[in-house]
């Protein structure tokens, strides 16, 4: 009984375990592994407060942008008035005012002095090279040919309708052909100026004045052949008829012998009493006190009359045995270079009209002795009117091609006074060369 005990009890234990085995047989589903727990979303920052606006001011106005100063435009512009002179003076004075006038807003001007004997040369090499000066002023001495060799610019355009109030001499002295070239400036002739403490009877006629140097005066003429121009006329003579050809006839040469005969007699005495022979010589003692006349342009006024004060006198050249004297009547004036751009012209020319309106013309009478180019400019200086009255027999400057030949030809009158050539062969020679 107990093996059946024992054998029942391992059966039951067989059992169970094959139980458990058949349970174990059936898989058993993986469970899944935990979920990661979602992450929150980012919890958004909010936005900063704005803070509140302080009230807004009322807006200023806005200024607009600088704007560039435009460059000026330069105009150079070229004298030949001695170093110190009045007339100098007078310019320098105007040129002055001219800078600081709205009127000439936008222009600078640029002056250099060029020395009388070289600004001709000068003006016409740089300006043949391309270059040159805006501007110069200068004696009507050589405008024909300057004219003529395009040297100086045509500015009839350009000056339309801007001349009003000057005078017609003046224009007429700026002009060639029916072509303007120039702004008149002044009128320029040659008298006779005198000290009235050393000349108490002015010479009427140049036997007068010839007198009065043989009784020991010791008054100058100025030889040369632009001042003594004036004394040909005296003694009938002509260098050009009407239509500017060379009047070559026996009979005027007779008569132009006479006067340079006339001239050569002056000079003998003159050099004997040490009477200096041109105006340049003649300038320091007579405004010295040391001769009692000289025969020079208006040009000189300014400088002798600071010189003698109201000792100066002017009076026109004496007449001769055939007629009154007759000086050649030049115009300074302002001309202008074809190289000039446009803008250039147009700024020099309103220089130049602003260095001849009215005002500046009573200045430059009143301080240089400069007849206005203007008419009806009032001035106190009685000088200035009394050489302004001289001028009433004098010729307007021809601007033909003859003048030229004259320079040429009747220019070494020296020969006369120096080597001895008799008048009337140098004026044979002279009429030979100017009429080739």
């Not at 009003?164 to 002739?189: D, N, Q, T």
């Not at 030889?223 to 004036?230: A, I």
Request: some cysteine; proline content about 7%; overall charge positive.
């Amino acid at each position: 009984m107990n093996k059946k005990i024992a054998l029942g009890s391992l059966l039951l234990v067989s059992s169970l375990i094959l139980s458990a085995c058949g349970a174990a047989a059936t898989p058993t589903a993986v469970p899944p592994k935990p979920t990661e727990a979602a992450k929150p979303a980012a919890t958004a920052v909010p936005a900063a407060t704005a803070v509140p606006a302080k009230p807004t001011d009322v807006p200023k106005p806005t200024a607009p942008p600088p704007t560039a100063t435009p460059k000026p435009v330069e105009v150079t512009f070229w004298h030949a008035y001695g170093t110190g002179s009045a007339e100098e003076v007078a310019m320098g004075e105007l040129v002055k005012t001219a800078a600081a006038s709205p009127d000439l807003a936008g222009i600078k001007i640029n002056v250099l002095q060029i020395p009388f004997n070289d600004i001709f040369n000068k003006y016409r090499t740089d300006v043949a090279a391309g270059g040159g000066p805006s501007m110069f002023i200068a004696p009507n001495d050589s405008l024909g040919d300057d004219a003529r060799g395009k040297l100086i610019a045509d500015i009839t355009d350009l000056a339309k309708g801007k001349l009003e109030g000057y005078g017609k001499l003046a224009v007429e002295g700026m002009s060639l052909e029916g072509k303007l070239y120039g702004i008149p400036e002044s009128l320029k002739a040659v008298a006779m100026f005198y000290n009235k403490d050393l000349v108490k009877e002015v010479p009427k006629t140049t036997d007068d004045l010839l007198k009065a140097v043989q009784g020991g005066a010791k008054l100058s003429l100025s030889l040369g052949c632009y001042h003594q121009w004036g004394f040909y006329n005296a003694f009938g003579a002509k260098v050009f008829d009407d239509k500017y050809a060379f009047v070559n006839t026996p009979d005027n040469q007779a008569n132009l012998a006479a006067a340079y005969k006339y001239l050569n007699d002056w000079w003998v005495l003159a050099k004997k009493a040490g009477i200096p022979k041109t105006d340049g010589d003649a300038a320091a003692p007579f405004k010295e006190g040391k001769i009692g006349a000289t025969f020079n342009g208006n040009w000189a006024l300014g400088d002798y009359q600071k010189a003698l004060g109201d000792k100066l006198g002017v009076a026109a050249i004496p007449a001769g045995p055939k007629g009154v004297a007759n000086p050649l009547l030049g115009v300074d004036g302002f001309y202008f270079n074809p190289n000039n751009k446009a803008d250039t012209a147009q700024a020099a020319l309103k220089v130049a009209l602003f260095l001849s309106n009215a005002a500046s013309q009573k200045t430059m009478a009143e301080k240089a002795g400069h007849v206005p180019a203007r008419a009806g400019i009032t001035y106190n200086n009685p000088l200035v009117k009394a050489f302004e009255d001289t001028f009433a027999n004098a010729v307007v400057r021809p601007q033909s091609v003859s003048m030229g030949k004259y320079w040429g030809n009747f220019c070494g009158d020296g020969d006369i006074w120096d080597k001895g050539v008799a008048p009337a062969e140098f004026v044979k020679k002279a009429f030979e060369g100017a009429v080739k």
